[in-house]
């Protein structure tokens, strides 16, 4: 084999990596919610989120295509620059797995990889237009759209069930989450394993494997979806914690609600070819279903803090992506110069991690700022 094509393994194999950081630092996407009321235990959740995260990437195919030759130019992609755009993804989730924030790892993929083709391939490699039309008008609609629905879906709930004692309707709800849940999972499965899907397809186009605008092989659908489905059964722990505490008191009928409208924009989107962000349409539906509760609490501290990561995901990956690139573009030498400061900073995380570990005994505990909200009487 020649340097290429050694570079191409390199590529596929960070890839992989990159949907298994995105399989953990997802699973709250699904989870969060069914874990925070109970209706599944924290270690059976990531179990059936796992095995449907694997079902769901054998459902479409559309995301991946919009991946492979749809905000970039294939022909203009080099295997260094995915490469490079991999590590900025991978580095960004790391970054905000240690802070339990459910940042988007759609977004980071999107911005690792266009600063990086931005950088080797000057900006007219970057099809900005289907950048806006496919990812920003998306990433600003999608959890307005879920907060919405799952408002409604969370008020229309409690007025159906009022003159329902409460443990039927506490148990009854709950007995719906172990589907809402699954179907949330099936969803994941179905929109984020494409994006890696697209990722390798790419790699194989660039690298001269396969023919510009072609979808990818089915070896390429069963390692996506058992890598995600492989991180997903890691366990996100911190970002559940999030997501299922910091942002509301969940109840079983907002559970419930919030994962019926979050599946319902993300099947909708995945149809569409629409790479949106599962980690926004989720938060989104937990706020609405929040809002959508009368005297429910709703921790605005926490939820700006989420914006925040949000709004600097996509230039932060850029960033990375791009100095990967630049550094990569140097030869083998910086190729390896990159994956071992990547190799590095991954270890370095997870030691950081483990000065204050979130595991599944203690998940369902409020999580730092949560704490620090309620000593300063924040929480509304």
């Known amino acids: 084999m020649d340097s290429v094509s050694f570079l191409l393994v390199a590529v596929i194999l960070t890839a992989l990596a990159?949907?298994?950081?995105?399989?953990?630092?997802?699973?709250?996407?699904?989870?969060?919610?069914?874990?925070?009321?109970?209706?599944?235990?924290?270690?059976t959740a990531v179990a059936v989120a796992a095995v449907l995260n694997l079902a769901g990437a054998f459902l479409s195919t559309e995301v991946a295509?919009?991946?492979?030759?749809?905000?970039?130019?294939?022909?203009?992609?080099?295997?260094?620059?995915?490469?490079?755009?991999?590590?900025?993804?991978?580095l960004w989730n790391l970054v905000t797995w240690l802070a339990g924030l459910p940042s988007s790892s759609s977004h980071a993929l999107f911005g690792g990889l266009i600063g990086a083709?931005?950088?080797?391939?000057?900006?007219?490699?970057?099809?900005?237009?289907?950048?806006v039309e496919k990812i920003v008008v998306p990433a600003?609609?999608?959890?307005?759209?879920?907060?919405?629905?799952?408002?409604?879906?969370?008020?229309?709930?409690?007025?159906?069930?009022?003159?329902?004692?409460?443990?039927?309707?506490?148990?009854?709800?709950?007995?719906?989450?172990?589907?809402?849940?699954?179907?949330?999972?099936?969803?994941?499965?179905?929109?984020?394993?494409?994006?890696?899907m697209g990722v390798i397809t790419l790699a194989l186009i660039s690298g001269g494997?396969?023919?510009?605008?072609?979808?990818?092989?089915?070896?390429v659908v069963l390692s996506a979806g058992l890598a995600i489905s492989?991180?997903?059964?890691?366990?996100?722990?911190?970002i559940i914690r999030t997501m299922g505490k910091g942002l509301t008191d969940i109840q079983p009928p907002q559970g419930?609600?919030?994962?019926?409208?979050?599946t319902a924009v993300i099947l909708a989107s995945s149809h569409l070819g629409f790479p949106l962000s599962t980690t926004q349409v989720c938060t989104g539906s937990i706020l609405g279903a929040g809002l959508g509760r009368r005297l429910a609490q709703v921790r605005w501290g926490t939820a700006g803090r989420i914006a925040v990561s949000w709004l600097l995901t996509l230039?932060?990956?850029?960033?990375?992506?791009?100095?990967?690139?630049?550094?990569?573009?140097?030869?083998?030498?910086?190729?390896?110069?990159?994956?071992?400061?990547?190799?590095?900073?991954?270890?370095?995380?997870?030691?950081?991690?483990?000065?204050?570990?979130?595991?599944?005994?203690?998940?369902?505990?409020?999580?730092?700022?949560?704490?620090?909200?309620?000593?300063?009487?924040?929480?509304?």
Not at 27 to 32: E, G, L, P, R
Not at 117 to 131: D, K, L, N, Q
Not at 230 to 238: F, P
């Open 18 to 43: 990159f949907d298994f950081t995105n399989g953990f630092h997802d699973t709250a996407n699904s989870m969060a919610t069914s874990i925070a009321t109970g209706a599944l235990s924290p270690r």
């Open 65 to 90: 295509r919009t991946i492979s030759n749809g905000i970039v130019d294939d022909a203009e992609v080099s295997p260094v620059m995915i490469f490079a755009g991999l590590i900025g993804a991978i």
């Open 117 to 131: 083709v931005w950088v080797g391939s000057g900006g007219s490699a970057v099809r900005f237009t289907a950048i």
């Open 140 to 196: 600003l609609a999608s959890p307005v759209v879920a907060c919405a629905v799952a408002m409604l879906a969370t008020y229309l709930a409690y007025v159906i069930t009022c003159r329902v004692a409460a443990g039927v309707t506490r148990k009854g709800f709950r007995a719906g989450q172990v589907g809402t849940a699954s179907l949330v999972a099936l969803a994941h499965g179905t929109n984020d394993a494409q994006k890696t």
């Open 209 to 219: 494997v396969l023919g510009h605008g072609a979808g990818p092989p089915w070896w």
């Open 230 to 238: 492989l991180g997903t059964y890691a366990g996100g722990w911190r």
């Open 256 to 262: 419930f609600a919030a994962e019926t409208s979050a």
């Open 315 to 380: 230039p932060s990956a850029a960033a990375v992506g791009g100095v990967a690139a630049w550094v990569a573009d140097r030869g083998n030498g910086g190729v390896a110069l990159v994956a071992g400061v990547a190799i590095a900073a991954a270890v370095g995380f997870y030691a950081l991690s483990r000065r204050s570990p979130v595991s599944p005994d203690n998940v369902n505990e409020p999580h730092v700022p949560e704490r620090a909200e309620r000593s300063l009487g924040t929480t509304v």
